[in-house]
C-alpha cells in the first residue's frame, strides 16, 4: 500500500484560532516546482487514507495548485471542530476614519470642552491639531487622566522643597476623552494646557455603530478601497460590538458593584456581574446553583460545588425568535467570569435547549371587531407569553436596575422560566385577555411530532420555542394538520403503527 508523504510548513498565528476567529499566516515553498500534485493515483486511490479527495469540478481541478493538509500534533490531546477554512483571508474592525473635524476655536480658558461629531470613539484612535494664530502647530494626545498631566508652563512643583528639580511640561499637550459621549476636555494650565485663544482646533479619530455591526456570514460584501476586480465576504459572523453604557446607567451599578466586589459568591452577584460582560450584549441569565448539566438525572441542588449559567444573547441574526449563544460569545463571558469565580465553584456556561411546541387556537370574536386584528393581537400575545426573552422595549442594564431596586426582583419574569410546563389552561387565559375575544372555544398543544397533549413539561435547560402557531375563528385545527402532516383516511401511505412513510430516493452507487 502507498502511503502519501507531506512537507510540513511553518505557521504562525496572532491569535488562538482554537478559541476563536483568525488568520493563520503559512509560508509556503519560494519555487513553483515544490508545489507538487499527486498525478498517479489509481481511481480507487483518491480520498483513501492521507490521499486528498478527488475533485468532480474540472475546472476547479484546472486550477489545482497543491494540497495543504490541516492537523494537530501528535502529543496534542484536546481535539477541535473546524467552523470554517479558507485562503486568501484577514481580518475585518467595524471603524471609520474622521479626519479633519474642526472643533470649536480655543478660548484660553481652564478646563475647556468639546464635543465629536460621531460616537462611540474606538480606544486609542483619536488624536487633536491645535494651530495658534502664529502658525505653529502641535499635535495632542488622549490621555486617561488629565490630573497625571504637566504644567501648562515649566514651574517647579509646590509640594517640593525649595531647590527641588523644575517640572517639565513635555506631557503638558494632552486631552481626556470621554469616548461614549464625544466628550473631549482639555487642561486647565496646571493640569495639562489650556488651547490658546483664537486657536484652530480639528480632530481625527475613529468611530464605530456598537451592536449593530454584528452582522451573520455573508453580510459584507463591499469595501471603499476594494481594488478592481476583488470580491469580498465574512465567512463566519462578527463579534464583539455593543452599546456604551452612558454614565446614568453607569452609577446606578455603584451600590451593586459595593456588594458583590466583584466575586460570584450569591445568585445576584453572579446575573449582575454576567450581564456586564464586556463585549457582547445578555438579555438573560439563569443562575442553578448546585446544578451540573452533563449529569443526565439531577436537578438544582444535587451537585455541590456546581454553579451553572443558562445565557441567553439579546441579538441572534440566525434565529431571532429563540437565540443561542455561539462560541464566541460564551468564550467571552467565560473569559470575563473565571478571574471572578470562588477557587471551590465549578462553574458551567450553557445555553437553552429549545423544544418545538405547536399551539392551536379556536375562539369566537366579539362583534364588531376585525377578526383579522383580534387573531393576530392573539397570536402576538401567545408568542410574547412563550418567549425565551424579557418583554421588549426597556433598556439592556433594565435586569440590574431591578437587582439595586429589590434583592428578590431578579425572580420577576424575564421570559418563560425554567422547568415550567407549558400547558393549555394557561394558554387559554391568556387568549382570553386580548380584547376582542368574546370566548375561547379550544386550545391545543403538543410536542414535537407528539400528539396533542394538556401539558407540555420542560426539564433542565428546556424552554419551549414555537414552531408553529395558528389562532382561528370556531374550532381549534388540529396539530396534525398544522404540522402538515395530517392524514387522509382511505388514502394510504401509512404505516402499520399508524406513522406516516415518507419514500425516500435511493441513488445506486455507480463505478
Known sequence: ARVAQYRALVASAATDVLTMPGVVQITLPARKEELRLWTNLDPLEAGVGDFPPALEDTNLNERLLTWLRVRPQEKAAASARVLWAGVNTTTAAQRARISNEQLPDGTGAPDQTAFLARTPVISGSARISVTERSGASSVWTEIDDLMSAGPEVPAPDPRQPPGAKTVSNTNALVFALNRESGEVRFGDGTRGKRPPAGAIIRAEYDYGVGAAGNV?????????????????????????????????????QIARFLQHRERLVTTADFVAVTLRTPGVDV??????????????????????????????????????????????????????????????????LRGPAYKQVWISVGLSVTAGKSVAEVTENVKRRLLQFLSPLPPAGGSRLDAQTALLAAPQSETARQGWPLRKAVTDRELLAEATRVEGVQFVNGVLVAAGAEPADVQIPMSG????????????????????????????PGAGGGGEDGKLIVPVPLIPEEC
Request: hydrophobic share 40%; with cysteine; aromatic share 4%.
Open 283 to 348: 438579555a438573560r441569565v439563569e443562575v442553578l446553583p448546585a446544578y451540573n448539566p452533563r449529569l443526565k438525572t439531577n436537578e438544582p441542588g444535587d451537585a455541590p460545588g456546581a454553579v451553572t449559567l443558562m445565557l441567553i444573547p439579546r441579538h441572534d441574526p440566525r434565529d431571532p425568535e429563540a437565540p443561542q449563544p455561539d462560541r464566541l460569545f460564551l468564550d467571552a463571558v467565560c473569559r470575563h467570569l473565571e478571574p471572578r469565580r470562588l477557587i471551590t465553584t465549578e462553574l458551567f
Open 461 to 488: 435547560l428546556e424552554l419551549p420555542r414555537v414552531a408553529g402557531i395558528s389562532v382561528a375563528v370556531g374550532d381549534p385545527v388540529a396539530v396534525d394538520e398544522l404540522r402538515g402532516s395530517a392524514q387522509v
Open 216 to 252: 451573520g456570514p455573508g453580510s459584507i460584501n463591499a469595501a471603499p478601497t476594494l481594488p478592481a476586480g476583488f470580491k469580498v465576504t465574512n465567512p463566519v459572523r462578527t463579534w464583539g460590538g455593543s452599546e456604551a453604557e452612558s454614565v446614568a446607567e453607569g452609577e446606578k
